[in-house]
């Protein structure tokens, strides 16, 4: 395995030598100091790598499901030491970095260690009267060679980790470039792998900023995932297009959530307030924008601020922080100045609206706001903090309208007590995932489909259909009849023209009553054809 401080070797540094250091947000103490992978390395990885990989992909399902199980035992052993790191790097609650990072991992580690060989089963297709022709169809599905996975900061373990678990699976070799801002954590995954017996050059960390993605895009692999903003998201589709690599796209997200009148008032409020607040508000799914039918909207907005004035904000290595600090300083001004415009517009802030004043590191206090409006960038815009703007709706039409009106479309919620009202509404809705009286968790499923509609990208992580991104899906075609020369082959003739009309009536309806009728002039074509 070829991570970032085994690869260095010379003893004088690359000419673009380069640390990236890493902060804990709370506290503003140093956690580590790296130097950046030289595109020189990165070449030289991929290169490996892709000697590395057929031996790889040689072994059974079960072979490579032993060592991610083996890896799955490390981390579970290792699971405080791992949530304190990934406190640290980030300013998470060690509660939230075990429950929203390491338990969702160990569970993906399981299912797709077991389950990988039952998924990608080759498939029969069916493919109609083809097959009473001797005809057979089936799909297979072939490691696709090198994936390079590009992640974010927010959930610095399991994002990457839950992508490299199924492209290992998958037979492939994988690179990976985290964020900037949590690169100890990225090689923590490594150092795992590493001991649970991974073949060395199969995993590779790739440390730095925009540009060593950039990098590990050109070097170039033969998949991108890649899981950041819109805005990198359209950069990573172009340079990939340049080697005409595929990418999946799992961008950010505007998330609404739907409150109507018959809804269990308590405990909406409780999902409104952890779905807008846990990890300091920077989930891809986290609320971002609430509508409440007007008739409860009073009683709501009650509840929802006592819940959020009770919640502790503080470092995430106290076992009783609720809240803890944002990422980066810069994540944290994105989300003052988006309630700063708010209140600029006519929005009133019912708690929080500021920095922490008693707080050092960069925490912002969870912030509830009432009239707002899709004219202020909070409604439009992914804020990606601990804010949570609730307006009214009268119809459920309007509600849909307001949650639609947006260019993302990651997940969404509808919470009712009427449950097919509730999967009425959550068809209707503009996103990957919708949610009834749930919000957030579903990325925790490894089973199900995870990935967004309009900006919030395109292809799927997780469940069969993130699996299927990560092989190449071949069509093996087979006729038993070899000894008799196709109808549509050469010769052409008045004849032939006659049966590919036939064929055109007939046989394309699907009917074997229909095709039946073409059987006289099949015969006819056939003497035809061996005479
Ligand atoms: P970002 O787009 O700034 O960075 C993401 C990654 O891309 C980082 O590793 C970064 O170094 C790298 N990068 C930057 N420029 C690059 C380039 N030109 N070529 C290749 N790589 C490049 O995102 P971020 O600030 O780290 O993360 C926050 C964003 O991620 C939010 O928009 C959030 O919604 C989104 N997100 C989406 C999901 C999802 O599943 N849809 C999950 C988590 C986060």
Redo the contacts with the bound molecule.
Sequence with gaps: MSTQTQSITTNAPPLEFKEIVSYDPATGEEIGRIPQTSVAEINRAIQTARTVQPAWAKLSYRERGRVILKARQIVLDEIDEIAQLISRETGKPTAEAISMEVVPTLDLMHYFATRTEKLLRPQKIDIGQYGLMGRSSRLIYKPLGVVGI??????PWA?PLDEVVMALMGGNAVAV?????TPVIALKIADVFQRAGLPNGLLNIFI??????????DAPVDK?M????????K??AE?AAKHLTPVV?????KDPMIVLEDANLDNAARGAVWGAFANAG?????VERCYVHESIAPDFIKRVVAETKALKQNVGTREDTDVGAM??E??LSIVDEHVQDAIARGATVATGGRRHPGLEGSFYEPTVLTGVDHNMEIMRE?T?GPTLPIMTFKTDEEALKLANESIYG?TASVWTRDIARGRRLAEQIDA?TVMVNEVVYT?ALAQTP???VKQ??FGR?HGRLGLLELVSTRHIHVNRISFMPDLWWFRYSPLANRFFHGLAKHFTTGSLLSSSRLLPEMLRRLFEKRS
């Design positions: 590009i992640s974010p900061w927010n959930f994002t470039k985290p964020s900037e801002l730095g900023e925009g540009s060593t993605g950039a990098a590990l895009i991108i890649f899981t950041g903003s819109v805005a990198t998201g950069r990573v340079a796209l799992e961008l950010g997200g920077q989930a891809c799914a986290s990422s980066s810069r994540q992914e990606f990651l990957g990325h995870w990935g967004g919030s990208g992580t």
